[in-house]
């Protein structure tokens, strides 16, 4: 099989699990409706429109999936962007993390030790320089923040 | 006039001053949209009253598109979409050793494009508001689905795909109390989403972070410069010959511009593009065009200039974003505690011309900034290097949502939404429906079960009235429309849909 084939593949298997998860998500509402009454007092009830939009979440994810299943002609995808998948889990590994972090040591701490990580991660290497830059913008923005817009960022 | 004593305040001229520096340098980084730049700052102009944060947001909105030729011209890479078909001539003429004059006059359209669409904003903005007081329920039921039609039928390759994230949308807006009766819905027992998914949050995290972690997970860096300035460098404003030869461009970027701006769900790219493609089939001179034609760079930026005030005018009259930017500033408005729409002018008379006035200004401003030393902006703006920018990006993110209600939980919905929306860019999922049906589903519900409950519950009375019957008439149109578009192109393998995308352009127009 063929780069291109395993991309393709990968790129119709993604789709397909994203039409479940919006499938599901419809269905789920389905579940729970009995919660929200369709109609009160004779009007349309707090139930009405979204069980309107979980039908229509559930037809149109329906018809993705059909089409990722029988469609012919290939998914047009730019795959040089995603090129660094690894990168961009530790990315997003690190900015879950920052909020976690905030409330327990502070702000300017986290803020820091984001930046250090963020640029040790996207430039594969550590550097005083980089240390001094994360320090200088998270003291920058802590203090346009804190004391120039009275944001409480040490009261999370 | 005393509503623009506004502008005799330092402090406005401060904030508009900043706002073109900034929308300047996050127009001219490729990657960096004006959406993700106003979305970015909209947190942080809470603090400040009203009119520094609307001088703030729309002087990044205006100027981020003057930014955006910047790149386009320099390094064939759009700064922003509405760009991309700047670089269809502005690389090539830049390449003839003429960057002076492809920055001047793009500069120079941009500016008359702009100030042009205001003129029509101001012109237009009364009679719609006084056309749209006239609007009941159906009407405004019939908008919104036709607001959200448009914007299906214009993003990405798939109309069921649009209209899936269309319905997702809405879904998300009926999170919290329920706009009638008062009763939480789909809260799960979470205080934080009595009240609703906050707006901002979203709105960051689908255009800001998502943005910045696809440039993360990209391995093409910013390319190298390759700016030569030759002796032509003085030539930057055209002879009164190219002048008159670009005039015909001009006129035709405008109106297409300004028209395709008061559309819902459409954008500068789409107006560049078409501007662009109408200028050529207008022109004595059709074989220059793709060679660095001087008529090219005016006709595509000065459409992608001309789609502010259609797009404002939508926006301020009707509460229909005509954009993605426009979609963010209606959420910005509304923490202001101004809410768009027909009751704009009696709710806040001298706000439309306050816009206009600092819109104009910011324009202006653009254009001084883009004509002085436009070169040495570029030069440095360009050599920033890309992990300085990215991370400030994302601390940005992170506390700009932060700020708005000291809300940590605030920035997870922003964590969540930035992950969410680079799973939907990559796998092509248009986000555009999605954020309209957000900020729409409220208005598209109430005003669907108060028609309703006026014409006891029979559905077919939408249809009984001339406005919603045209509205919902032309939403099924551009529907089936984009449905019969996209078989065309599943069966000829044409999977840009307009035919003068380039591919490496494709991603950027979502």
Not at chain 1, 87 to 108: C, K, N, Q, Y
Not at chain 1, 127 to 140: H, K, M, N, T, V
Not at chain 2, 216 to 222: E, N, P
Not at chain 2, 273 to 287: E, H
């Amino acid at each position: 099989m063929s780069p291109t084939d395993s991309n393709r593949n990968n790129g119709f298997f993604a789709t397909r699990m994203i039409a479940v998860a919006f499938f599901a998500c419809g269905v789920a509402f389905l579940a729970v409706q009995g919660d929200y009454p369709l109609m009160l007092a004779d009007v349309p009830g707090p139930g009405f429109w979204p069980l309107a939009l979980a039908l229509t979440l559930i037809i149109t994810s329906f018809i993705v999936l059909m089409q990722s299943i029988f469609r012919q002609s290939p998914e047009v995808r730019d795959e040089s962007r995603f090129q660094r998948r690894f990168h961009l889990i530790m990315v997003l590994a690190l900015l879950a993390a920052f909020p976690l972090s905030w409330s327990r040591f502070g702000f300017l701490a986290t803020a820091v030790v984001f930046l250090i990580l963020i640029l040790r991660v996207l430039t594969g290497q550590f550097s005083w320089r980089a240390a001094f830059y994360s320090g200088a913008l998270a003291i920058s923005v802590y203090a346009v923040l804190r004391y120039g817009l009275r944001v409480p960022l040490d009261a999370v | 006039m005393e509503h623009l004593d506004f502008l005799l305040q330092w402090q406005n001229w401060l904030m508009l001053v900043l706002g073109v520096i900034l929308g300047m340098t996050i127009g001219a980084l490729p990657g960096l949209t004006a959406t993700m730049g106003v979305a970015i700052f909209s947190p942080l102009v809470f603090f400040v009253p009203p009119e520094q944060g609307l001088c703030l947001l729309l002087g990044i909105y205006n100027a981020a598109m003057f930014g955006g030729a910047i790149s386009a011209i320099l390094i064939n890479t759009p700064g922003t979409p509405a760009a991309i078909a700047t670089t269809f001539d502005g690389y090539p003429l830049c390449q003839k050793g003429r960057p002076g004059l492809a920055l001047g006059l793009s500069a120079l359209g941009s500016a008359g494009g702009g100030l042009f669409s205001f003129v029509c904003l101001a012109l237009i903005a009364r009679p719609l508001a006084d056309l749209a007081l006239q609007f009941g329920p159906r009407e405004f039921f019939a908008l919104a689905v036709f607001g959200l039609a448009m914007m299906i039928s214009f993003a990405g390759d798939s109309v069921v795909r649009g209209v899936m994230m269309g319905a997702f949308g809405l879904f998300l807006a009926t999170i919290g109390m329920d706009p009638i009766h008062g009763l939480p819905r789909l809260t799960f027992g979470v205080p934080e989403l009595m009240g609703g998914l906050s707006f901002v949050p979203v709105m960051v995290g689908l255009f800001g972070l998502s943005e910045i972690l696809i440039r993360v997970a990209s391995d093409r860096g910013v390319a190298a410069l390759p700016l030569r300035i030759s002796e032509d460098e003085d030539h930057v404003l055209p002879t009164r010959a190219e002048l008159r030869q670009v005039t015909p461009a001009f006129v035709i970027g405008c109106v297409v511009g300004t028209i395709v701006g008061a559309i819902p769900g459409t954008g500068g790219d789409l107006a560049g593009l078409l501007a662009w493609d109408r200028a050529r089939k207008a022109s004595r001179r059709p074989q220059d065009f793709g060679k660095g034609s001087i008529e090219g760079v005016v006709a595509a930026e000065t459409a992608n200039n001309s789609v502010v005030g259609g797009a404002m005018a939508t926006m301020l009259m009707l509460g229909i974003p005509g954009d993605a930017v426009t979609a963010i500033l209606i959420g910005s408005l509304m923490m202001w505690g101004v809410n768009p729409g027909p009751q704009l002018y009696q709710n806040h008379p001298g706000l439309v011309l306050r816009i206009i006035a600092i819109m104009t200004v910011a324009t202006l401003l653009s254009l001084a900034a883009s004509l002085y030393r436009t070169k040495f902006v570029a030069r440095w703006v360009l050599k920033l290097p890309e992990h300085v920018l990215i991370s400030l990006v994302m601390i940005l993110c992170v506390v700009g949502t932060y700020a708005v209600n000291a809300s940590l939980f605030d920035v997870w919905v922003m964590l969540a939404s930035g992950a969410f929306g680079v799973v939907m860019r990559r796998f092509k999922f248009p986000l555009g429906p999605l954020v309209l049906g957000l900020l729409l589903g409220p208005m598209a519900e109430i005003n669907l079960r108060r028609s309703l409950v006026i014409s006891g519950g029979n559905v077919l009375d939408l249809f009984a009235r001339p406005i919603p019957a045209v509205l919902l008439g032309f939403a099924a149109v551009f529907l089936v429309r984009g449905v019969l578009r996209n078989q065309t192109h599943v069966q000829t393998g044409d999977a840009a849909g307009v035919k003068f995308t380039s591919p490496s352009h494709s991603t950027a127009a979502q």
